[in-house]
């Protein structure tokens, strides 16, 4: 079956301006993630869905990044105003459940530069 | 104390070569653990989970040790193709919040 699609896979933009990246998870999975990886760095957590709803929106970086999931199914993680910091790759995973006892599952990811 | 603290590497090990990598972490309530597997530039896929005592698969052994809350991973046999970087993670899950941390990731490269 399918995995774990992100689109765009790459995106290049201007600072200042607003991005909208997209999540599709596999089919039937309630969790999704929400991570982003800078160069030689680990994944840092940013949030998580179960079904359409964000318990924690903490570990966002800023006021400037917010995300939504609609119909428990495609999330998309928008960024305002851009900075070059937010240049990173940004990595959606899916799980059945949760990530305590389920396998993540891991889209291709969006790379984010930021000029 | 990191929430999850790895030793970056990179590990040299020569074809054949028995490696370990641990990862520590500081939340003596974490339950399960993982260890993913990221080679350059692509996405983490998992490799094994850890539960209680411990996994084993195949050419891969997986410890945990509650008490001085570490998780060990052993590669006997080293293959070139086992060259990548291991993820350990460590999800929690409280009062219904998760949150899952990564470590920044061990980089094993194996060498003919």
């Known amino acids: 079956g399918a995995g774990v699609s992100q689109s765009p896979s790459n995106k290049v933009t201007e600072k200042g301006k607003d991005v909208e990246l997209r999540c599709d998870p596999i089919?039937?999975?309630?969790?999704l993630y929400w991570y982003r990886q800078s160069l030689g760095q680990g994944l840092e957590f940013l949030i998580y869905?179960?079904?359409?709803?964000?318990?924690?929106k903490s570990g966002l970086p800023s006021d400037r990044f917010s995300a939504e999931r609609t119909g428990g199914s495609v999330s998309t993680l928008t960024i305002q105003r851009t900075q070059q910091e937010d240049s990173a790759v940004y990595l959606c995973?899916?799980?059945?459940?949760?990530?305590?006892?389920?396998?993540?599952?891991f889209g291709p990811g969006t790379r984010l530069t930021v000029l | 104390r990191k929430e999850v603290e790895q030793d970056p590497g990179p590990f040299n090990v020569p074809e054949g070569a028995t490696v370990a990598f641990n990862c520590t972490y500081s939340n003596s309530a974490s339950q399960s653990f993982f260890w993913y597997r990221q080679d350059c530039r692509k996405e983490p896929k998992l490799l094994m989970s850890v539960y209680s005592s411990g996994n084993e698969d195949g050419r891969f052994t997986a410890q945990l040790n509650r008490a001085s809350q570490y998780i060990s991973l052993l590669i006997r046999d080293s293959k070139l193709s086992d060259s990548a970087t291991y993820l350990c993670v460590v999800p929690s899950d409280s009062g219904g919040y998760q949150k899952v941390t990564f470590g920044i990731g061990t980089k094993l490269q194996v060498i003919p």
């Open positions: 089919s039937g999975h309630t969790a």
């Open positions: 995973a899916s799980s059945l459940v949760r990530a305590s006892t389920d396998t993540q599952y």
């Open positions: 869905f179960q079904g359409n709803s964000a318990p924690d």
